[in-house]
């Protein structure tokens, strides 16, 4: 997702790099040209302006003019402004709270919603060691309910039986209790998705979180939809307060904008990358190794 940036970013500070002795003009216009790469990654302007301004100003300090290697100090304050952009520390999924947990999954359908609480199910469940739980909420779409109990069948995790007939809130309810009598350390609500944010969804979510009053509230973004995803976390947000957010297919031909505005908008850390179909398929959101993969 980041190796069209990564190129323009590596050009323009290899350029920087090379002229030995640097001038504020020198640092000027390579601050434009980085305005321009991350502009065209899609990455939101308000973002792109802050970031220009912090690089510049920093850059420009007399320390870095005047040093022997000038170029490799204006990467490092590169580096480090974009770690402070995507978020400076890794933001795992937190756990820490009394069991049975919840964690509730919401975003548009098709953002990769269903795959991902089947892939974080299976992490838990081998890595943490935990006994987790996962339940459909998608009233609507019954082969939603059936791709979640296939994918709890292929991850071997065991998922709520389906009761048609009942409401979102209903079954999150019955997936709770189900969890207390059965000593699950996690539940997973997976929320039905629309194609558009609209009122009917939002509203079934916050009752579904009124209900169950979950640790996490995680959103679910397509890389690909670039700034869309951005606005999309910000509307989740706005209305049901989300924890963090999972960016999907990042193993796709997205320009990374997604990626480098979500933290800057929303205020809120990206947990976890999907990078892939696979049920194995999910990375931690790390920005020091991710500042570190985009300047190559
Ligand atoms: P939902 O409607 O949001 O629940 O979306 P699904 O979980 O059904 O995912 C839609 C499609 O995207 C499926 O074919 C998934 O395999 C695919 N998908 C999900 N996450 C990723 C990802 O990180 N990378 C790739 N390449 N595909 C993904």
Redesign the pocket.
């Known amino acids: 997702m980041f190796d069209s940036l990564s190129d323009r970013l590596g050009g323009i500070l290899d350029k920087l790099k090379r002229r030995g002795a640097l001038t504020e003009a020198d640092v000027g216009e390579a601050m434009r040209e980085v305005r321009r790469a991350l502009i065209e990654a899609d990455v939101a302007l308000d973002v792109v302006r802050s970031f220009t301004d912090k690089v510049r100003s920093r850059a420009v300090g007399v320390e870095v003019i005047k040093s022997v290697t000038p170029g490799q100090m204006v990467v490092k304050i590169v580096h480090d402004a974009l770690v402070e952009t995507l978020g400076s520390d890794a933001d795992p999924i937190d756990l820490n709270a009394p069991a049975p947990l919840a964690i509730l999954m919401v ?1 548009l ?8 609480t089947a892939k974080i199910a299976k992490r838990l469940t081998e890595r943490g060691k935990r006994r987790v739980l996962m339940a459909s909420l998608d009233t609507r779409r019954p082969a ?1 309910m059936e ?1 979640l109990a296939t994918l709890g069948t292929q991850v071997e995790v065991n998922t709520l039986p389906i009761v048609p007939g009942q409401s979102a809130v209903q079954i999150a309810k019955r997936a709770m209790d189900a969890a207390r009598f059965g000593n699950y350390d996690v539940v997973m609500l997976d929320t039905a ?1 629309r194609v558009t944010l609209d009122e009917a969804l939002m509203a079934e979510v916050a009752e579904v979180k009124a209900a169950t009053n979950p640790h996490e509230v995680l959103l ?1 973004a397509d890389s690909l939809t670039g700034q869309d995803a951005v606005n999309t976390a910000k509307a989740f947000d706005a209305r049901v307060s989300i924890t963090g957010i999972v960016l ?5 031909d997205g320009r990374g904008g997604a990626a480098l505005s979500m933290r800057a908008v929303t205020g809120k850390p990206i947990k976890l990358l ?4 696979k049920m194995d ?1 999910l990375e931690d959101f790390d920005p020091q190794r991710v500042a570190g993969r985009i300047l190559g």
């Open positions: 975003g359908q098709g953002s990769g919603k269903t795959t991902t939603a791709q998705g679910v999907t297919r990042a193993d796709g999907g990078v892939g179909e398929a």
